[in-house]
């Protein structure tokens, strides 16, 4: 089951850092502030994409997708692939996916969707 609820779109937030951004009312080490382990996670679970860095304009971003929710326990907060999330979507009720866009040239990072996956019961109802 590979259904998105609940989508949640960051673009608006994304172009108003990147509008203060070229404004000069935020400086770059400000956006471009990726914590290591976000730089990590890109690295070793990122999926690449088309886009380029809106900030540098060299790189690729890639984005990052984390995990929240009560019935994912210890997998609470951690990042995962695609094909983590399909396995997880069969397994799981309910669970929010965040995926970050990170730049790993320049360190560019901002939230861009989130969504709900699950099959969409809890596992009391399942029992
Ligand atoms: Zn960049």
Redesign the pocket.
Known sequence: MWSQRSVVDYGLARRATLASLWSGSLEVTDACDAHPYLLRAAKYHGEPTDKR?P??R??RLTHVAYVFGDELGRSAGRAAVTDELMTMAREYGEFRVYVVEV?Q??S?NHLTVSYVLGHGQSRSQRS
Request: glycine share 12%; hydrophobic share 20%; with cysteine.
């Open positions: 860095c900030v540098c060299r790189e730049c040239g320049c560019w």
